[in-house]
T-cell receptor, first 114, second 117 residues
Protein backbone atom coordinates (compact mmCIF):
# COMPACT_ATOMS: atom_id res chain seq x y z
CA UNK A 1 0.00 0.00 0.00
CA UNK A 2 1.38 3.36 -1.03
CA UNK A 3 2.12 5.76 1.83
CA UNK A 4 3.41 9.30 1.54
CA UNK A 5 5.27 10.99 4.38
CA UNK A 6 6.34 14.61 4.66
CA UNK A 7 9.06 15.93 6.94
CA UNK A 8 9.07 18.26 8.75
CA UNK A 9 5.43 18.70 9.75
CA UNK A 10 6.04 22.38 10.43
CA UNK A 11 8.80 24.84 9.72
CA UNK A 12 9.38 28.46 10.75
CA UNK A 13 12.14 30.44 9.06
CA UNK A 14 13.20 34.07 8.70
CA UNK A 15 12.65 35.79 5.40
CA UNK A 16 15.40 35.25 2.85
CA UNK A 17 16.37 31.74 3.86
CA UNK A 18 16.65 28.90 1.36
CA UNK A 19 14.73 25.86 2.55
CA UNK A 20 14.04 22.25 1.67
CA UNK A 21 10.84 20.30 2.20
CA UNK A 22 10.97 16.54 2.07
CA UNK A 23 8.55 13.95 0.77
CA UNK A 24 8.98 10.18 0.78
CA UNK A 25 6.82 7.40 -0.64
CA UNK A 26 6.89 3.66 -0.09
CA UNK A 27 6.15 2.29 -3.59
CA UNK A 28 8.29 3.49 -6.47
CA UNK A 29 5.68 2.49 -9.08
CA UNK A 30 4.26 5.96 -9.60
CA UNK A 31 3.09 7.90 -12.63
CA UNK A 32 4.18 11.24 -11.22
CA UNK A 33 4.74 13.26 -8.08
CA UNK A 34 3.16 16.65 -7.56
CA UNK A 35 3.74 19.49 -5.13
CA UNK A 36 0.83 21.69 -4.09
CA UNK A 37 0.41 24.74 -1.92
CA UNK A 38 -2.66 25.30 0.28
CA UNK A 39 -3.52 28.55 2.00
CA UNK A 40 -5.77 28.39 5.09
CA UNK A 41 -9.37 27.52 4.24
CA UNK A 42 -8.61 27.38 0.53
CA UNK A 43 -8.14 24.83 -2.17
CA UNK A 44 -4.83 23.61 -3.51
CA UNK A 45 -2.63 25.32 -6.06
CA UNK A 46 -0.46 23.09 -8.21
CA UNK A 47 3.19 24.12 -8.03
CA UNK A 48 5.20 21.48 -9.84
CA UNK A 49 4.51 18.11 -11.45
CA UNK A 50 7.38 15.70 -12.04
CA UNK A 51 6.66 12.77 -14.31
CA UNK A 52 8.13 9.41 -13.36
CA UNK A 53 10.70 9.65 -16.15
CA UNK A 54 11.92 13.07 -15.01
CA UNK A 55 14.41 14.02 -12.31
CA UNK A 56 13.40 17.58 -11.55
CA UNK A 57 11.20 20.52 -12.41
CA UNK A 58 11.73 24.23 -11.81
CA UNK A 59 9.37 27.18 -11.60
CA UNK A 60 10.74 30.53 -10.50
CA UNK A 61 12.17 30.17 -6.99
CA UNK A 62 10.90 26.60 -6.70
CA UNK A 63 12.78 23.47 -7.65
CA UNK A 64 11.50 19.95 -7.11
CA UNK A 65 13.52 16.80 -7.53
CA UNK A 66 12.45 13.19 -7.75
CA UNK A 67 14.44 10.05 -6.95
CA UNK A 68 12.04 7.23 -7.70
CA UNK A 69 14.41 4.44 -6.73
CA UNK A 70 14.83 5.77 -3.20
CA UNK A 71 11.22 6.96 -2.95
CA UNK A 72 12.10 10.57 -2.27
CA UNK A 73 11.33 14.06 -3.49
CA UNK A 74 12.45 17.44 -2.26
CA UNK A 75 10.99 20.87 -2.81
CA UNK A 76 13.59 23.60 -2.67
CA UNK A 77 12.41 27.17 -2.07
CA UNK A 78 14.99 29.85 -2.70
CA UNK A 79 15.04 33.21 -0.93
CA UNK A 80 11.84 32.60 1.04
CA UNK A 81 9.31 35.39 1.45
CA UNK A 82 6.42 35.92 3.91
CA UNK A 83 4.05 35.27 1.00
CA UNK A 84 5.40 31.71 0.83
CA UNK A 85 3.74 30.96 4.17
CA UNK A 86 1.29 28.11 3.52
CA UNK A 87 0.97 24.35 3.81
CA UNK A 88 2.88 22.43 1.16
CA UNK A 89 1.60 19.01 0.16
CA UNK A 90 3.16 16.39 -2.01
CA UNK A 91 1.13 13.72 -3.74
CA UNK A 92 1.95 10.70 -5.86
CA UNK A 93 -0.24 9.45 -8.66
CA UNK A 94 -0.28 5.70 -8.52
CA UNK A 95 -2.28 2.67 -9.58
CA UNK A 96 -3.79 1.04 -6.55
CA UNK A 97 -6.68 -1.35 -6.01
CA UNK A 98 -7.56 -1.30 -9.68
CA UNK A 99 -7.72 2.48 -9.87
CA UNK A 100 -5.53 5.40 -10.76
CA UNK A 101 -5.48 7.70 -7.73
CA UNK A 102 -3.64 10.59 -6.10
CA UNK A 103 -2.26 9.85 -2.62
CA UNK A 104 -1.29 12.82 -0.47
CA UNK A 105 1.15 13.38 2.33
CA UNK A 106 0.03 15.19 5.47
CA UNK A 107 1.82 18.38 4.44
CA UNK A 108 4.47 20.72 5.81
CA UNK A 109 3.19 23.92 7.38
CA UNK A 110 5.62 26.70 6.51
CA UNK A 111 5.79 30.09 8.22
CA UNK A 112 8.18 32.71 6.85
CA UNK A 113 8.53 35.67 9.20
CA UNK A 114 9.85 39.11 8.25
CA UNK B 1 -11.17 32.20 -17.58
CA UNK B 2 -13.16 31.39 -14.46
CA UNK B 3 -11.65 28.89 -12.06
CA UNK B 4 -13.23 25.84 -10.49
CA UNK B 5 -16.40 26.83 -8.65
CA UNK B 6 -17.77 24.88 -5.72
CA UNK B 7 -21.12 25.53 -4.07
CA UNK B 8 -22.12 25.98 -1.39
CA UNK B 9 -19.06 27.31 0.44
CA UNK B 10 -20.37 26.27 3.86
CA UNK B 11 -22.99 23.74 4.88
CA UNK B 12 -24.34 22.56 8.21
CA UNK B 13 -26.29 19.32 8.42
CA UNK B 14 -27.38 16.90 11.12
CA UNK B 15 -26.64 13.21 11.40
CA UNK B 16 -28.73 11.03 9.16
CA UNK B 17 -29.41 13.71 6.58
CA UNK B 18 -28.06 13.68 3.06
CA UNK B 19 -26.16 16.39 1.23
CA UNK B 20 -25.32 17.29 -2.35
CA UNK B 21 -22.28 19.35 -3.26
CA UNK B 22 -21.71 20.94 -6.64
CA UNK B 23 -18.59 21.56 -8.70
CA UNK B 24 -18.29 23.50 -11.95
CA UNK B 25 -14.96 22.83 -13.67
CA UNK B 26 -12.93 25.27 -15.72
CA UNK B 27 -14.48 25.72 -19.14
CA UNK B 28 -13.15 23.04 -21.49
CA UNK B 29 -12.07 20.66 -18.73
CA UNK B 30 -13.63 17.23 -18.98
CA UNK B 31 -12.24 15.51 -15.88
CA UNK B 32 -13.44 16.22 -12.34
CA UNK B 33 -12.14 14.61 -9.17
CA UNK B 34 -13.29 14.90 -5.56
CA UNK B 35 -11.31 14.86 -2.31
CA UNK B 36 -12.09 14.89 1.40
CA UNK B 37 -9.82 16.80 3.77
CA UNK B 38 -9.95 16.33 7.55
CA UNK B 39 -7.45 17.23 10.28
CA UNK B 40 -7.08 13.57 11.23
CA UNK B 41 -6.93 11.81 7.87
CA UNK B 42 -5.58 14.60 5.68
CA UNK B 43 -6.49 14.73 2.01
CA UNK B 44 -8.08 11.60 0.60
CA UNK B 45 -9.21 10.85 -2.93
CA UNK B 46 -12.92 10.10 -3.31
CA UNK B 47 -13.55 9.57 -7.03
CA UNK B 48 -12.91 10.91 -10.49
CA UNK B 49 -15.25 11.43 -13.43
CA UNK B 50 -14.47 11.73 -17.10
CA UNK B 51 -17.10 12.19 -19.81
CA UNK B 52 -19.94 11.39 -17.36
CA UNK B 53 -18.31 8.11 -16.28
CA UNK B 54 -16.63 7.32 -12.99
CA UNK B 55 -13.20 6.10 -14.01
CA UNK B 56 -11.38 6.02 -10.67
CA UNK B 57 -12.43 5.72 -7.07
CA UNK B 58 -10.91 5.78 -3.61
CA UNK B 59 -11.71 3.73 -0.53
CA UNK B 60 -14.89 5.35 0.71
CA UNK B 61 -18.18 3.62 1.59
CA UNK B 62 -21.10 3.55 -0.80
CA UNK B 63 -22.73 6.44 1.08
CA UNK B 64 -20.44 8.65 -0.98
CA UNK B 65 -21.47 8.89 -4.59
CA UNK B 66 -21.14 11.29 -7.45
CA UNK B 67 -22.06 11.99 -10.99
CA UNK B 68 -21.01 14.14 -13.89
CA UNK B 69 -23.27 15.85 -16.38
CA UNK B 70 -22.81 16.36 -20.10
CA UNK B 71 -21.48 19.89 -19.49
CA UNK B 72 -18.78 18.38 -17.19
CA UNK B 73 -20.33 19.84 -14.05
CA UNK B 74 -20.23 17.35 -11.21
CA UNK B 75 -22.15 16.69 -8.04
CA UNK B 76 -21.19 14.68 -5.02
CA UNK B 77 -23.76 13.18 -2.68
CA UNK B 78 -23.33 11.84 0.83
CA UNK B 79 -26.26 9.95 2.29
CA UNK B 80 -26.96 9.15 5.95
CA UNK B 81 -24.44 11.66 7.22
CA UNK B 82 -22.20 10.76 10.15
CA UNK B 83 -20.27 13.07 12.46
CA UNK B 84 -17.03 11.86 10.86
CA UNK B 85 -18.15 13.20 7.49
CA UNK B 86 -17.42 16.73 8.70
CA UNK B 87 -14.67 17.89 6.39
CA UNK B 88 -13.58 20.22 3.64
CA UNK B 89 -14.64 18.69 0.34
CA UNK B 90 -12.52 19.77 -2.60
CA UNK B 91 -13.02 19.22 -6.26
CA UNK B 92 -10.44 19.58 -8.99
CA UNK B 93 -10.69 19.69 -12.75
CA UNK B 94 -8.24 18.89 -15.51
CA UNK B 95 -8.31 18.97 -19.28
CA UNK B 96 -9.00 15.26 -19.67
CA UNK B 97 -7.26 15.13 -23.03
CA UNK B 98 -6.82 11.40 -22.74
CA UNK B 99 -8.80 8.68 -21.05
CA UNK B 100 -5.89 7.93 -18.75
CA UNK B 101 -4.72 11.45 -18.08
CA UNK B 102 -2.12 10.68 -15.48
CA UNK B 103 0.14 13.67 -16.06
CA UNK B 104 -2.38 16.48 -16.26
CA UNK B 105 -2.22 19.48 -13.97
CA UNK B 106 -5.10 19.74 -11.50
CA UNK B 107 -6.96 22.94 -10.73
CA UNK B 108 -8.75 23.00 -7.39
CA UNK B 109 -11.79 24.88 -6.18
CA UNK B 110 -11.93 26.53 -2.75
CA UNK B 111 -14.00 23.70 -1.35
CA UNK B 112 -17.21 23.17 0.58
CA UNK B 113 -16.83 23.09 4.35
CA UNK B 114 -19.37 20.56 5.65
CA UNK B 115 -20.21 20.39 9.34
CA UNK B 116 -22.31 17.50 10.60
CA UNK B 117 -23.95 18.06 14.00
Amino acid sequence: KQEVTQIPAALSVPEGENLVLNCSFTDSAIYNLQWFRQDPGKGLTSLLLIQSSQREQTSGRLNASLDKSSGRSTLYIAASQPGDSATYLCAVRTFSGGYNKLIFGAGTRLAVHP
Amino acid sequence: KAGVTQTPRYLIKTRGQQVTLSCSPISGHRSVSWYQQTPGQGLQFLFEYFSETQRNKGNFPGRFSGRQFSNSRSEMNVSTLELGDSALYLCASSLGQTLVATNEKLFFGSGTQLSVL
